[in-house]
């Protein structure tokens, strides 16, 4: 069997090659790097702190931990086979957690299923329910609470829909909603919320959804 040729060899690689596929080298980034240098001494940090509210819940330290494995051949990789010129190429293993290639394609695959299996052809509005500091603690462990306390949040977003749907009854209801669970804020604290997807407008039992 003739030995491949990798894409990555010296060798002038074909145009189209280069152009589907480079190789990541997240570390050489300023992310990576200040993860990678600091991780251990936050986390050291915060197991010093209250067990109560500054301990770093244990996804948050898995991520960052799996994040640091990706893109790094040394970890594992695919090997794959441009179909077109037959030259061989490896792709690393990703990490799907806070890593921002991973989170940028998987984003988009879910918008992109959303809005062609999910949504109908109808405007879609974001609302965002955040909580009190005294609850979130109580969210984080409880998984049913988070899940009561988003329908009680979704109570009043389809009344106010109903309001503002000229002819809409009292028996109209919301047209459809996707919610989108997050467990820490922008600083990396313990901070439950959801993001949700809102069809705009309401829909009557047996009747297709009504525009605003």
């Not at 990678?36 to 931990?65: C, I, M, N, Y």
């Amino acid at each position: 069997m003739p030995a491949s040729r990798p894409c990555a060899s010296r060798e002038r690689v074909p145009a189209h090659c280069t152009q589907h596929h480079r190789a990541r080298k997240p570390e050489n980034t300023p992310l990576y790097q200040v993860v990678q240098h600091h991780l251990e001494s936050w986390l050291a940090l915060k197991r010093t702190g209250d067990a109560r509210e500054d301990t770093v819940p244990a996804f948050v330290e898995r991520d960052f931990r799996k994040y640091l494995d990706c893109g790094i051949f040394a970890r594992g990789f695919g090997r794959a086979r441009c179909p077109r010129c037959g030259h061989d190429f490896l792709v690393a293993f990703s990490c799907r957690a806070v890593c921002p290639s991973c989170n940028a394609p998987r984003m988009a695959e879910t918008a992109a299923h959303l809005v062609d299996h999910v949504f109908p052809a109808r405007p879609v509005r974001q609302w965002v329910l955040s909580l009190p500091k005294r609850l979130r603690y109580f969210l984080q462990r409880e998984p049913a609470a988070v899940t009561a306390v988003l329908h009680i949040f979704l109570r009043p977003v389809e009344q106010t829909l109903r309001a503002h749907n000229p002819g809409a009854g009292l028996r109209a209801r919301l047209g459809g909603a996707v919610s989108f669970l997050h467990r820490s804020g922008s600083a990396l604290n313990s901070h439950v919320h959801s993001h949700c997807c809102v069809l705009d407008g309401c829909s009557m039992p047996g009747q297709p959804l009504t525009d605003r």
